[in-house]
């Protein structure tokens, strides 16, 4: 068994890349919370406001996603991390100073150039920090940046946007992301594979193999479909309870805010600790880890868009924030371990590119059918589209399975 001990650099370094996850995040989920009051300025549709919340930054997210892991896999990884943060933290504070959709459009598309430089980059990085045996547990560390930067979003978005209006959330919440840029210069690269004890012997010209990995195939598909779930709870999920159960923003904020700290932070460490431990089952046990907790959302989904009791649905919610938030140490881990050291960029490119697709796709179909169905003026409807939600884990659940029997004769 693997017994490299840790370096102290190791964990600032975490430490620092988990920081610029919570900037990611927070640029990313905030205007969420303020769709309520962009919409009411503005007089947007919910497709509209679906295009700007999501498929904004989708586009290049997706467009980029995989040129950018391919990249992340030849140049200096910080130096990719901080030129992205500067560029999405800049547009996210000028996203303040919109007067119209497209100008909204554009900012939110250069906040999705920024933030698909991240992914790739940083998390192949800590893979050469740290050795394979607490690999999931330091990948879920490290996505413990989204609970905290969503809760974040909720929690200093609704009270800025409610007191100050939505323009200065922007101003107040994305121009700080440059100053931590700075930091993430000075990091020290570390050397490729520095970690890897038994890897996968794959060359960066091997990169057809990624497409051929049958387990790959359904982990991409398993996770999208769990990732298109878990956006909807924080893409969509204030504006249900906004129109549902007449809750005003700075409450929306404040549970939000707490219930994604409490559940999210401890959910996503815990889920990296466990899948780590799920190894046991085979190669691909953190996969039978992550079809178990899609599976268990589906009732908790159903639980949330139909109780129409408030208590009923603030404990579905912790439930369901923890679920969306437990698989994304596994998820890298097991890209990390089938791609091996020289592809890992590659991989995650393609992980995310797949996530970010659904996410996409699901958040504009809600919102497509909310216009369809009169969500705005008849809330009620609004639970027929949120049904989009559980299916998708069910089909998570399904192609995750399918994936853990696929890695494990490996």
């Not at 979003?153 to 919440?173: P, S, T």
């Not at 960066?204 to 497409?211: E, G, H, N, R, Y």
């Amino acid at each position: 068994m693997d017994k490299t001990p840790v370096r102290n650099y190791s964990w600032y370094a975490l430490g620092l890349l988990t920081l610029v996850y919570v900037f990611n995040y927070l640029d990313r989920t905030i205007i969420y919370i303020l769709l309520p009051l962009i919409k009411r300025e503005m007089a947007f549709t919910d497709l509209q406001l679906a295009l700007l919340g999501s498929m904004s930054f989708v586009i290049f997210f997706t467009v980029l996603g995989i040129p950018f892991g391919r990249l992340a896999d030849r140049v200096v990884r910080k130096n990719m991390i901080a030129a992205g943060l500067a560029v999405w933290s800049l547009f996210s504070g000028l996203t303040g100073f919109a007067n119209g959709f497209w100008s909204l459009l554009f900012c939110r598309m250069m906040v999705g150039v920024g933030e698909a430089t991240l992914g790739p980059a940083a998390l192949s990085l800590l893979s050469d920090y740290f050795p394979q045996r607490v690999r999931a547990t330091v990948q879920a560390i490290y996505s413990s940046g989204i609970a905290i930067g969503a809760g974040l979003a909720f929690f200093l978005g609704g009270w800025l946007g409610q007191n100050y209006g939505w323009r200065f959330a922007f101003y107040a919440l994305g121009f700080p992301g440059l100053l931590i840029a700075v930091f993430v210069y000075f990091l020290r690269e570390e050397p490729r594979g520095l970690t890897e004890t038994a890897t996968t012997k794959y060359t960066a010209s091997d990169w057809k193999i990624l497409f051929k990995s049958v387990p790959l195939r359904y982990h991409y598909l398993g996770y999208g479909c769990f990732g298109l779930a878990a956006n909807n709870l924080s893409f969509w999920g204030p504006t249900f309870v906004t129109r549902v159960y007449q809750l005003d923003l700075v409450t929306i904020g404040f549970y939000g805010g707490i219930l994604t700290l409490i559940a999210g932070v401890p959910g996503t460490i815990l889920g990296g600790y466990l899948a780590d431990k799920f190894r046991r089952f085979g190669r691909g046990g953190r996969m039978l880890f992550g079809a178990l907790a899609a599976l268990i959302a589906v009732p908790f989904w159903l639980l949330f868009i139909f109780s129409g009791n408030l208590l009923l649905l603030l404990i579905a919610n912790l439930v369901l924030l923890a679920l969306s938030l437990v698989w994304l140490g596994p998820a890298a881990a097991d890209v990390h371990d089938i791609a091996g050291p020289q592809l890992r960029g590659l991989g995650i490119g393609v992980y995310f590119f797949a996530v970010i697709i659904a996410y996409g796709i699901g958040s504009l179909v809600i919102g497509q059918v909310n216009d369809w169905l009169g969500a705005a003026a008849a809330p009620l409807n609004m639970r027929f589209s949120m049904l989009l939600c559980p299916l998708a884990c069910l089909v998570a659940a399904l192609s995750l399975w399918q994936g853990y029997r696929a890695a494990k004769h490996l």
